[in-house]
Antibody, heavy 124, light 107 residues
Framework: EVQLLESGGGLVQSGGSLRLSCAAS????????MSWVRQAPGRGLESVSA????????YHADSVKGRFTISRDNSKNTLYLQMNSLRAEDTAVYYC?????????????????WGQGTVVTVSS | DIQLTQSPSFLSASVGDRVTITCRAS??????LAWYQQKPGKAPNLLIY???TLQSGVPSRFSGSGSGTEFTLTISSLQPEDFATYYC?????????FGGGTKVEIK
């Protein structure tokens, strides 16, 4: 059974930092790209960052570029999101999500498993 | 960035109703679209990908159609457990944008 368990959320002041973790199990972690998707209170979904299975390729949305860094440790089956220079608008539930297909190609970027989410609150 | 516009944003329906939600893309995305269901306090759940392929374990009352810029999600007979918010997501290119959501509530 695939499981994704996020941790590391919390309350932080504006300008502060947090590191989120997502422990994965139930599948060959290194075979799949992973993403972080966030949802601000009462709002929709925003794909924030993505990383290839090997970790050699990453993507960050413009809203977090230069502040957030996605990484992974395939020996520990763990995904990370280092968040620096946090702003009030970063307040959200952060989900880690597994890509549903091994091959990176248009059409394959759907998420078939999601974690339960971890809450990040940035106070101004 | 590819923009996705869902309509309606809110829908009131009864158990047994046939429900259709539309998602329009700002540019053609072939069949590269997914649909998710999200219940309050829970993570999204994948329903459909490639516009019309039902994810394993999803009831057959859910179906998807469309290509290019216009897509639909249909629930053939609404069940009590289907009251939730539904999101479309384009799978064409980064950033992987989502629609604004359609909340389905009990009439």
């Amino acid at each position: 059974e695939v499981q994704l368990l996020e941790s590391g959320g919390g309350l932080v002041q504006s300008g502060g930092s947090l590191r989120l973790s997502c422990a994965a199990s139930g599948f060959t972690f290194s075979d799949y790209a992973m993403s972080w998707v966030r949802q601000a209170p009462g709002r929709g979904l925003e794909s924030v960052s993505a990383i290839s299975g090997s970790g050699g390729s990453t993507y960050h949305a413009d809203s977090v570029k230069g502040r957030f860094t996605i990484s992974r440790d395939n020996s520990k089956n763990t995904l990370y999101l280092q968040m620096n220079s946090l702003r009030a608008e970063d307040t959200a539930v952060y989900y880690c999500a597994k890509r549903g297909h091994k091959i990176a190609a248009p059409g394959n970027y759907y998420f078939d498993y999601w974690g339960q989410g971890t809450v990040v609150t940035v106070s101004s | 960035d590819i923009q996705l516009t869902q309509s309606p944003s809110f829908l009131s329906a009864s158990v047994g109703d046939r429900v259709t939600i539309t998602c329009r893309a700002s540019q053609g995305i072939s069949s590269y679209l997914a649909w998710y269901q999200q219940k309050p306090g829970k993570a999204p759940n994948l329903l459909i990908y490639s516009a019309s392929t039902l994810q394993s374990g999803v009831p057959s009352r859910f179906s998807g159609s469309g290509s290019g810029t216009e897509f639909t999600l249909t629930i053939s007979s609404l069940q009590p457990e289907d009251f939730a918010t539904y999101y479309c997501q384009q799978l064409n290119s980064h950033p992987l944008t989502f629609g604004g959501g359609t909340k389905v509530e009990i009439k």
